[in-house]
T-cell receptor, first 114, second 113 residues
Framework: ETGVTQTPRHLVMGMTNKKSLKCEQH?????MYWYKQSAKKPLELMFV???????ENNSVPSRFSPECPNSSHLFLHLHTLQPEDSALYLC?????????????FGSGTRLTVV | DQQVKQNSPSLSVQEGRISILNCDYT??????FLWYKKYPAEGPTFLIS?????DKNEDGRFTVFLNKSAKHLSLHIVPSQPGDSAVYFC????????????FGSGTQLTVLP
């Protein structure tokens, strides 16, 4: 399988649940990202990992916890989320942390918090 | 405060005509700009980019224009095709400092047959 793969595609969870989103890239990229897309809003960067090291955390609440065990895998652990956290969560990767190569995105996980 | 703005949430164009999508930015440090296209249930895919040292970049039916003095860029699609119907995101980047793309909120393009 090629590209950036995200699982699950859809997730419904209660506010007291704990769940994890998974992202896997088969492109040999060394940087990976989590973005959040809410309706009618810009894509919001959440976390950046470069060579497995977290280099950016854009003031994301602690109920979101990223994990990057290697350059090919990225997780987003979720716990005690709020309904306003419902959104599309997109994972992306790039060859370098910087463009101009651009990012390759996964198809996203549509998260609904009830 | 949004540094990259796409003020038109939607645009409808007749097949065969030109589609023009606009993007404005406020951060004068941005020196690289990209357009992404997103279909429903898929992630955004890279479409075309332009460096700030240029004012135009063309790739087939897609052309991006950059007006640095106005802090404005636009994406032209000609001729427009029904398969171009998607959400288009503008993104900007600063070399050597910030490590992430800053995205606009997107414009839904609908090409009518």
């Amino acid at each position: 399988e090629t590209g950036v793969t995200q699982t699950p595609r859809h997730l419904v969870m209660g506010m007291t649940n704990k769940k994890s989103l998974k992202c896997e890239q088969h492109l040999g990229h060394n940087a990976m990202y989590w973005y959040k897309q809410s309706a009618k809003k810009p894509l919001e960067l959440m976390f950046v990992y470069n060579f497995k090291e977290q280099t950016e955390n854009n003031s994301v609440p602690s109920r979101f916890s990223p994990e990057c065990p290697n350059s090919s895998h990225l997780f987003l652990h979720l716990h005690t989320l709020q309904p306003e956290d419902s959104a599309l969560y997109l994972c992306a990767s790039s060859q370098e942390v910087s463009p101009p190569y651009g990012y390759t995105f996964g198809s996203g996980t549509r998260l609904t918090v009830v | 405060d949004q540094q990259v703005k796409q003020n038109s949430p939607s645009l409808s164009v007749q097949e065969g005509r030109i589609s023009i999508l606009n993007c404005d930015y406020t951060n004068s440090m941005f020196d690289y700009f990209l357009w992404y296209k997103k279909y429903p249930a898929e992630g955004p895919t890279f479409l075309i980019s332009i460096s700030s040292i240029k004012d135009k970049n063309e790739d087939g039916r897609f052309t991006v224009f950059l007006n640095k003095s106005a802090k404005h860029l636009s994406l032209h699609i000609v001729p427009s095709q029904p398969g171009d119907s998607a959400v288009y995101f503008c993104a900007a980047y600063t070399s050597g400092s910030a490590r992430q793309l800053t995205f606009g909120s997107g414009t839904q393009l609908t090409v009518l047959p």
